[in-house]
């Protein structure tokens, strides 16, 4: 195994970290300062800003292959890092940082998302209320995740007080959905494409709370029909890695919310319930390895969040249930809102 770089702290750099550790890898990751939950876990760690394009360089000297598990690190940061060592290439982090572009470009490849305009002021907004109707969703284009930088739209009234920060937004129509799910895949360089079972994804106030197979009818009937167009997606940026593109089930079929250039919390649940990982898939890869069986292996998976203070009781569930997977990230302070950890059980056999 080489030496990977990881850019962006959190616990998905965390467990890819110790993925590419069991495969013999060493892994060197780069954050700003801050609450860097791989960094133990990783051989070395620079914690400097995105703008110091010296430490980006010392960082890269040291990898044979630069990855992410961040998609809003900055173009000028991955640009001080050379280009044959970054994987996936990074066109695929300048279309999913912008939700404007991003639901361009997965519309141009015949996927179907919310009705949406562009809103950079008051007068944009109350148009685009006007044409696509109430109640929506005002998001922020770029930054957002986990729910934050958006706001519920009930009425015209409603968008009436809303005053423009001079950021670009996105207004959305409020979908009206059965179910959500997730297509998580893996590419490798050359071109093949494995998918992972797509669970049943329930949210709460923005943030993914659980995770679950069997999916359901409403998800099962649709999962081929989102396939396609997340393979097309991979294609069209010539991905390598894991990519994930979420969707709401819908009466009239597949409706495309966001993708994710990464492996996703929608895909924890592989590190018990799959023959490979996410993050041992990503890992492979980006590295150039065969991938991995991505086989559901289990009848019956759940994966939950665990978020804020839940994370101050959340050892017990291991004197509760001897079968339940903990997996806490080593964050130091339990915010209200931030994920901690997750919980995934498995139980039947698959028949
Ligand atoms: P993530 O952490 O997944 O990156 P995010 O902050 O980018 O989240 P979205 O995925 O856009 O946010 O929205 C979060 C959740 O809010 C969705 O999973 C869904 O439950 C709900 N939601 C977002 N947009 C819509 C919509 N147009 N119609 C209905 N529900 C929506
Ligand atoms: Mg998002
Ligand atoms: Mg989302």
Same mark, same amino acid.
């Given at each position: 195994g080489?030496?990977?770089?990881?850019?962006?702290?959190?616990?998905?750099?965390?467990?890819?970290?110790?993925?590419?550790?069991?495969?013999?890898?060493?892994?060197?990751?780069?954050s700003?300062?801050?609450?860097?939950?791989?960094?133990?876990?990783?051989?070395?760690?620079?914690?400097?800003?995105?703008g110091?394009?010296?430490?980006?360089?010392?960082?890269?000297?040291?990898?044979?292959?630069?990855?992410?598990?961040?998609?809003n690190?900055?173009?000028?940061?991955?640009?001080?890092?050379?280009d044959?060592?970054?994987?996936?290439?990074?066109?695929a982090?300048?279309?999913?940082?912008?939700?404007?572009?991003?639901?361009?470009?997965?519309e141009?490849?015949?996927?179907?998302?919310?009705?949406?305009?562009?809103?950079?002021?008051?007068?944009?907004?109350?148009?685009?209320?006007?044409?696509?109707?109430?109640?929506?969703?005002l998001?922020?284009?770029?930054?957002?995740?986990?729910?934050?930088?958006?706001?519920?739209?009930?009425?015209?009234?409603?968008a009436?007080?809303?005053?423009?920060?001079?950021?670009?937004?996105?207004?959305?129509?409020?979908?009206?959905?059965?179910?959500?799910?997730?297509?998580?895949?893996?590419?490798?360089?050359?071109?093949?494409?494995?998918?992972?079972?797509?669970?049943?994804?329930?949210?709460?106030?923005?943030?993914?709370e659980?995770?679950?197979l069997?999916?359901?009818?409403?998800?099962?009937?649709?999962?081929?029909?989102?396939?396609?167009?997340?393979?097309q997606?991979?294609?069209?940026?010539?991905?390598?890695? &894991?990519?994930? =593109?979420?969707?709401?089930? *819908?009466k009239?079929?597949?409706?495309?919310? @966001? #993708?994710?250039?990464? /492996?996703?919390?929608?895909?924890h649940?592989?590190i018990?319930g799959?023959?490979?990982?996410?993050?041992?898939?990503?890992?492979?890869? &980006?590295?150039? =390895?065969?991938?991995?069986? *991505?086989e559901?292996?289990?009848?019956n998976? @759940? #994966?939950?969040?665990? /978020?804020?203070?839940?994370?101050l009781?959340?050892?017990?569930?291991?004197?509760?249930?001897?079968?339940?997977?903990l997996?806490l990230?080593?964050?130091?302070?339990?915010?209200?809102?931030?994920?901690?950890?997750?919980?995934?059980?498995?139980?039947?056999?698959?028949?």
């Open positions: 080489g030496t990977i770089g990881i850019l962006g702290g959190g616990q998905l750099g965390r467990m890819m970290a110790m993925s590419a550790a069991q495969l013999g890898c060493r892994v060197i990751g780069y700003p300062p801050g609450d860097n939950v791989a960094a133990e876990v990783c051989h070395d760690f620079f914690e400097n800003g995105w110091d394009k010296a430490a980006l360089a010392a960082f890269a000297s040291k990898c044979d292959v630069v990855t992410w598990e961040f998609e690190v900055p173009l000028s940061a991955v640009a001080a890092i050379p044959n060592l970054l994987v996936p290439h990074p066109r982090l300048e279309t999913a940082q912008d939700r404007l572009k991003e639901k361009r470009f997965v141009g490849l015949g996927g179907k998302p919310a009705p949406y305009a562009p809103v950079d002021s008051e007068s944009d907004l109350a148009a685009a209320v006007e044409r696509i109707g109430a109640p929506g969703i998001k922020t284009a770029r930054d957002g995740y986990d729910g934050k930088g958006q706001w519920r739209i009930a009425s015209a009234r409603d009436e007080s809303f005053r423009f920060p001079g950021k670009p937004y996105v207004y959305e129509g409020m979908v009206e959905f059965d179910a959500e799910f997730s297509v998580i895949l893996v590419r490798d360089a050359d071109g093949e494409v494995r998918f992972w079972d797509s669970t049943a994804n329930v949210h709460s106030g923005g943030m993914l659980t995770s679950t069997p999916a359901g009818e409403a998800v099962e009937a649709q999962v081929q029909q989102a396939r396609e167009i997340a393979r997606t991979a294609e069209a940026l010539n991905y390598v890695g &894991v990519l994930t =593109l979420e969707f709401f089930a *819908t009239s079929g597949p409706v495309f919310n @966001e #993708m994710a250039p990464r /492996v996703h919390n929608s895909g649940w592989t018990e799959a023959a490979t990982s996410q993050f041992e898939n990503h890992i492979r890869a &980006v590295c150039g =390895l065969p991938l991995g069986s *991505t559901t292996r289990f009848a998976i @759940e #994966m939950r969040n665990i /978020v804020g203070e839940d994370a009781t959340a050892y017990d569930i291991l004197g509760e249930d001897t079968e339940a997977h997996h990230y080593g964050k130091a302070e339990a915010r209200e809102g931030r994920k901690m950890g997750h919980v995934t059980r498995v139980s039947g056999s698959r028949g």
